[in-house]
């Protein structure tokens, strides 16, 4: 199995950058990783919110292959706690599912037709985080994932 991340824009602050890639290098060690960016869309200050989302979904449908397990990022998404989301990941990882592509998307959320797609939808918090910072939250916890499931010491 493989673990693909796609994110829309590219991450514009150097800090978040940083770690980012240390995060994705320590996961390397679990699994094969990958981290797909969409450029953003331009001239989206002419879209209406609506139809920035559809935009951004025909630029996410391009990337999904029709064997991916595709789990979007979203508020509306199910909870876990980080020892449940391990549980969660080794259950993927059970079924021999090629790529497991983890969808971040951008400020305005999803279209419905991303949602249509969705194999599961998950939520990191009942609060709300810039679409920048989520994408490091969110590969910390993937990797967090993977020590719980070897048991090493990084949880604690």
Do not use: C, W
Request: proline share 3%.
């Amino acid at each position: 199995m493989k673990i693909t991340i796609l994110l829309i824009g590219k991450t514009e602050k150097d800090y978040l950058k940083k770690e980012l890639d240390l995060f994705e290098n320590r996961l390397k060690h679990y699994i094969p990783v990958e981290v797909n960016i969409i450029p953003a869309i331009k001239s989206s200050k002419n879209l209406s919110i609506k139809m920035h989302k559809l935009a951004e979904a025909e630029l996410i449908l391009k990337q999904i292959k029709p064997d991916d397990h595709v789990i979007l990022l979203d508020e509306k998404g199910k909870q876990y706690s980080s020892e449940e989301f391990a549980s969660f990941i080794q259950g993927r990882l059970n079924t021999g599912i090629e790529n497991l592509l983890f969808v971040i998307g951008g400020p305005f959320g999803f279209h419905e037709k991303i949602y249509e797609k969705a194999n599961s939808v998950i939520s990191l918090s009942k609060m709300t985080f810039s679409h920048q910072m989520i994408r490091l939250l969110f590969i910390e916890q993937l990797y967090r994932a993977f020590t719980i499931l070897r048991n090493e010491k990084y949880h604690h």
